[in-house]
């Protein structure tokens, strides 16, 4: 008895489905293989497996191409633009660790005059099809003041929020200053005691996203004192528990770690080892 039409379409579109969408390989599957031995798959002392890749466009699959600079010692693997410090790839959760230098915001010495920031999260990876993972956090470091994170919507919405959360300060009506008592002190027992104690905030982030920009409000708009000015404000996103592990002292000196995801920014080749 000759098949029926179906029954030799189904096959057919079975093996399509599974050639476009292959399933996921068993636990502890290697990855896919390097397809060429000449390729180098270290920068500095940083591994880089396939399909990421530096140099020749056959060391890569298209769009996951890195740079490896030697001009430092030891040589530095950059995402993008440059800015942001690669410093693992973790090809079995489709995740990446990035170093980013720099604050979203730090007002300090122009904290006085304002009412409010919206700063620009930058562009650093989302144009390269990455995106940034809920596995980081949003921190705020300043007196009473609110922050939020809106993600990228489209060019007809103003944004969606992703993260926010206020910053507030233990303050005292009656307080005593001093020259020789810092803001950033106090003393125990005395009125001599800094406005802000220790006003930060984290929040996690609600989802992977494209960041678009971080506003930022007094939590009193328009009745914030002079005293509240002194402490300057500050924004950043941080891989999560970073924070908790390193604190916020000399954060202008530092490189903050990101988590990037990029399964939904790329064509994946058949054959890669899923999540």
């Known amino acids: 008895m000759a098949p029926t039409t179906a029954a030799v379409l189904l096959p057919a579109a079975l093996m399509l489905m599974l050639a476009l969408h292959p399933p996921p390989a068993a636990a502890g599957a290697p990855p896919i293989k390097h397809p060429n031995t000449n390729c180098d798959t270290t920068c500095g002392n940083v591994s880089v ?11 890569y699959w298209p769009g996951l191409n890195l740079t490896c600079d030697t001009s430092y010692d030891p040589p530095r693997l950059l995402l993008g633009d440059g800015t942001l410090r690669v410093t693992d790839i973790f090809v079995e959760n489709a995740t990446m660790r990035v170093m980013r230098a720099g604050l979203i915001l730090d007002t300090t010495g122009d904290v006085l005059n304002s009412d409010g920031w919206n700063v620009s999260f930058g562009h650093g990876f989302a144009e390269h099809g990455y995106q940034l993972s809920y596995k980081n956090e949003l921190v705020v470091s300043g007196c009473n003041v609110i922050a939020t994170l809106l993600a990228d919507a489209g060019e007809k919405t103003p944004g969606i929020i992703v993260g926010g959360c206020a910053s507030l300060c233990d303050w005292t009506v009656d307080i005593t200053w001093s020259e020789d008592i810092p803001w950033a002190t106090w003393e125990p027992g005395t009125s001599k005691r800094k406005y802000c104690a220790s006003g930060s905030c984290q929040a996690s982030l609600d989802h992977t996203s494209l960041p678009k920009e971080v506003q930022v409000k007094w ?7 002079e005293e509240q000015s002194y402490v300057p404000v500050i924004v950043f996103v941080a891989e999560e528990g970073w924070v908790n592990q390193n604190g916020l002292d000399n954060l202008e ?3 903050v770690p990101l988590i990037l995801s990029w399964m939904d920014g790329h064509a994946w080749p058949a ?3 899923w999540p």
């Open 219 to 225: 939590l009193y708009s328009g009745n914030h004192t």
């Open 49 to 59: 497996p396939y399909p990421f890749g530096f140099g020749s466009s056959h060391c």
């Open 253 to 255: 000196k530092l490189e």
């Open 271 to 273: 054959g890669t080892r």
